[in-house]
């Protein structure tokens, strides 16, 4: 417990909105909503991420693939339209 209430005591001294973590037994809004503090499984938060700025997500992906050395055409990014659909 004392790891948990660490990070929401950073997530408050940071005024962070959210806390992202697959933890959410731990984090529970009872908890949470006396300091302004939600949390939020990962997955959840990307798909968020995605649908409010799409083409940063996809700029930021194709960066990643193309430092790995994948810029090739077989390991692309899926287009926007695939992500959207297939959250």
Same mark, same amino acid.
């Given at each position: 417990m004392k790891r948990i209430a660490m990070c929401l005591a950073a997530a408050v001294h940071c005024?962070? #909105?959210i806390i992202v973590t697959f933890n959410l037994r731990h984090?529970? #809004?009872e908890h949470l909503d006396p300091w302004g503090v939600r949390a939020v499984h990962p997955q959840s938060f990307l798909i968020h991420l995605f649908r409010q700025e799409q083409s940063v997500v996809l700029k930021k992906l194709e960066r990643w693939f193309q430092a790995q050395g994948q810029d090739n055409e077989a390991d692309s990014v899926p287009s926007g339209r695939f992500l959207a659909q297939n959250p």
């Open positions: 005024k962070a #909105p984090f529970r #809004p």
